[in-house]
């Protein structure tokens, strides 16, 4: 049986940077294994650069593997769904869309293809998806479906700190408190300085989605800190799993955070 591994669910590139790169740059240095799978390659997507002859979804799939590559993701592996883009737009009707897949039919993919690896748990997404977006929300269902598949003892739902987004500055009105959990509900986190970092620089990979605004000093980037700093999580057992394991010295424990605010 290969090592224990860290099996992280996204929906498109540049998911793992601004969700995970914290926690994936810390599981490196721990020396736990991270695999990284994406349901799809990002094509419903925009960009303000020429691409020439490039799909958008190639150029994504090389900023991502470059991305993965400086967070030191030991495989990467592409459902290749398509990209559902956001609710209300035709995309999402498409029947190849990553949404309109099956929870278990992709499950049962993700159980064949890391037949293999022995998954010590899944990160995926809260049931709101992060932001509500539709590829997002099915994160979160194939990541609970996979836990069986896979026989993991841990999933971790990404998501965000209600009480504490609300007490920042809204200034372009793209907090959405509504997405977040209740701070109640969350149970583990990932932070620091120098992780923080690295999740930039993995970020910055992404130069199709990038907005130049992010790609300067603070204040921008102190803005996308005070949002995406901090890696929340809420932890549920599977398969009878009672101790975390190889997710003891990742996690932090929510009673000790505190609030910068
Ligand atoms: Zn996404």
Redesign the pocket.
């Known amino acids: 049986m290969n090592q224990p591994s860290l099996l992280f669910i ?3 590139p ?2 793992e940077s ?2 995970t790169g914290s926690i994936l740059a810390k599981a490196a240095d721990l020396g736990l294994r991270t695999i990284v799978a994406y349901g799809t390659r ?1 094509d419903a997507g925009e960009t303000s650069l020429d691409l020439g002859n490039e799909s958008l979804a190639d150029r994504r799939i090389r900023e991502a593997e470059a991305a993965c590559t400086e967070l030191n993701v030991a495989r990467v592996e592409w459902l290749a769904y398509d990209d559902s883009g956001m609710d209300g737009t035709d995309t999402t009707k498409n029947l190849e869309a990553f949404c309109n897949a099956d929870p278990d039919a992709v499950a049962a993919d993700l159980g064949l293809l890391f037949a293999d690896e022995n998954i010590f748990a899944i990160i995926g997404y809260d049931r709101n998806g ?1 932001y509500g ?1 539709p ?2 929300k099915q994160v979160h269902h194939v990541s609970h479906a996979a836990a069986a598949e896979l026989g993991s003892g841990w999933v971790l739902d990404v998501t965000y700190n209600r009480e504490y987004l609300a007490k920042l500055p809204d200034a372009d009105g793209t907090l959405d408190l509504g997405f977040a959990a209740a701070e109640a509900d969350l149970t583990h986190f990932v932070e620091g300085d120098e992780l923080f970092e690295r999740k930039m620089k993995a970020l910055m990979n992404h130069t199709s989605q990038v907005p130049d605004d992010v790609n300067t000093e603070d204040p921008p980037v102190e803005r996308f800190k005070a949002r995406f700093g901090t890696e929340w999580f809420i932890a549920t057992a599977y398969n009878g799993a009672t101790e975390l394991g190889l997710l003891a010295d990742l996690l932090q424990p929510k009673a000790d955070w505190v609030s910068p605010l």
Do not use: Y
Request: charged share 25%.
């Open positions: 996204h929906a498109h540049d998911d601004i969700l990002g992060t977006h590829d997002h």
